[in-house]
């Protein structure tokens, strides 16, 4: 798939929408209280179907709320879709450009590389003007069963990290992957604690710090209410000076592996080959509940 179809406007969309799959993914961190599939149910892009982040997911990992599902149960979830393997698929957000690059990155971990992200997701759509239903979606089938085909190289696990750690570690962060995390900088450097009681904040041993709100702005001051994705030359500017070198492979963290993708998501977008580019899909969760991870907190 083309490198310029990651990213649809909202007239794009609006103009092609029989011709794709259309899913919302919208999400939010429980203390929020926001009942998204409710939201969905009285809003939504016709057509759309609702991706539900804490439900499509690996179910015997209690621990990690977010972790990949089994291929099989990935493909279960599409067949209830109407989704199948060549069909072009767009994900959006009620928040603009957030949880549905999970999902983004979901279908390309999954095989499944004929996927965009909808820029300034349901805003967008409403500030055009364009119209949106509400209700349940119209149930769909699927003609031939959907068959994922993992692609190992986009995941990132523990033992890897580790390993990753340790080649950071010496060469004093010369060599090796870098970690980028992109979670809010207080709870990076410790200052603030983590959601969820009793998980340690601070951060892994040569992180860099690039919270994922620096990679969306409110570019039309007319709508602020909509966040999209900056310029790919703004995304760079960003990374860089932050200290990322964009010439060196990089694997994406945060808290438990959906603003990741967001910045996973920015870095393609910015010209970052893929083949560069990893998510560490268990993110702080997983490497904070482990009593043996390293944890750096700044002073």
Not at 88 to 99: E, F, I, L
Not at 111 to 136: D, R
Not at 249 to 263: D, F, W
Request: aromatic share 10%.
């Amino acid at each position: 798939m083309d490198s310029g179809n990651w990213l649809v406007s909202a007239p794009w969309l609006h103009d092609n929408l029989r011709g794709v799959k259309v899913l919302d993914c919208s999400w939010y961190l429980p203390f929020m209280n926001r009942n998204t599939k409710s939201e969905f149910l009285n809003a939504h892009i016709p057509g759309a179907q609702f991706f539900d982040i804490d439900g499509i997911k690996d179910l015997t990992k209690a621990d990690l709320p977010h972790m990949l599902p089994p291929p099989e149960s990935f493909g279960l979830s599409m067949d209830k879709f109407g989704i199948a393997n060549g069909d072009h698929v767009v994900v959006y957000d009620t928040a603009g450009v957030g949880p549905a690059c999970r999902v983004f990155w979901t279908f390309r971990a999954m095989g499944h590389n004929k996927v965009s992200v909808l820029n300034g997701g349901l805003p967008a759509w409403t500030a055009q003007g364009f119209k949106t239903e509400m209700g349940e979606p119209e149930p769909a089938t699927n003609k031939e069963k959907y068959m994922a085909r993992p692609v190992d190289g986009l995941v990132c696990d523990y033992t890897t990290i580790v390993k990753i750690i340790g080649e950071l570690k010496a060469s004093a962060g010369a060599n090796g992957k870098q970690i980028v995390d992109a979670r809010p900088h207080d709870r990076f450097t410790g200052k603030a604690p983590e959601f969820r009681p009793g998980l340690s904040s601070g951060h892994m041993p040569y992180a860099i710090s690039v919270p994922f709100t620096k990679v969306t702005e409110a570019a039309d001051p007319t709508h602020p209410q909509v966040a999209t994705l900056k310029t790919p030359a703004a995304i760079c500017k960003t990374f860089e000076a932050a200290g990322v070198d964009l010439n060196r492979p990089i694997v994406t963290s945060c808290g438990s592996g959906v603003t990741a993708a967001v910045l996973y998501f920015a870095l393609l977008n910015a010209g970052v080959s893929e083949q560069n580019l990893t998510l560490y899909d268990g993110s702080w969760t997983e490497y904070a509940l482990n009593p043996y991870s390293e944890i750096v907190k700044d002073e």
